[in-house]
Nanobody
Framework: EVQLVQSGGGSVQAGGSLRLSCTASGFTLDDFGVGWFRQAPGKRCEGVGCIDRRDGSRHFLESVKGRFTISTDSARNTMYLQMDSLKPEDTAVYYC????????????????WGQGAQVTVYS
């Protein structure tokens, strides 16, 4: 069974850091394009960052560039979203996603999704 299981999240003061994890089962993450997305209350789901399966390049939402990073651990079949210098506007439910055709921050490209994790940044 193909599955993505998330961990991490929580509440942090503005300027702080959090790391989200996403462990895959049923497939090898390295063979897939992977991404992180978020949805704030009343807003559309938006892509935060992704790894293009074609060349491994990373793409980020403009507002998180320089603050968020994506990494993977092949041995653990796990991907991470490191979030630094968090701002209240980063508050949202964050989702990891993967797809064998995933190349961008387009939510429609991704078939497999994690269960979501709440990130709350307070000022």
């Amino acid at each position: 069974e193909v599955q993505l299981v998330q961990s991490g999240g929580g509440s942090v003061q503005a300027g702080g850091s959090l790391r989200l994890s996403c462990t895959a089962s049923g497939f090898t993450l390295d063979d897939f394009g992977v991404g992180w997305f978020r949805q704030a209350p009343g807003k559309r789901c938006e892509g935060v960052g992704c790894i293009d399966r074609r060349d491994g390049s990373r793409h980020f939402l403009e507002s998180v560039k320089g603050r968020f990073t994506i990494s993977t651990d092949s041995a653990r079949n796990t991907m991470y979203l490191q979030m630094d210098s968090l701002k209240p506007e980063d508050t949202a439910v964050y989702y990891c996603a993967a797809d064998d055709l995933g190349v961008s921050l387009d939510v429609l490209e991704y078939l497999h999704w994690g269960q979501g994790a709440q990130v709350t940044v307070y000022s």
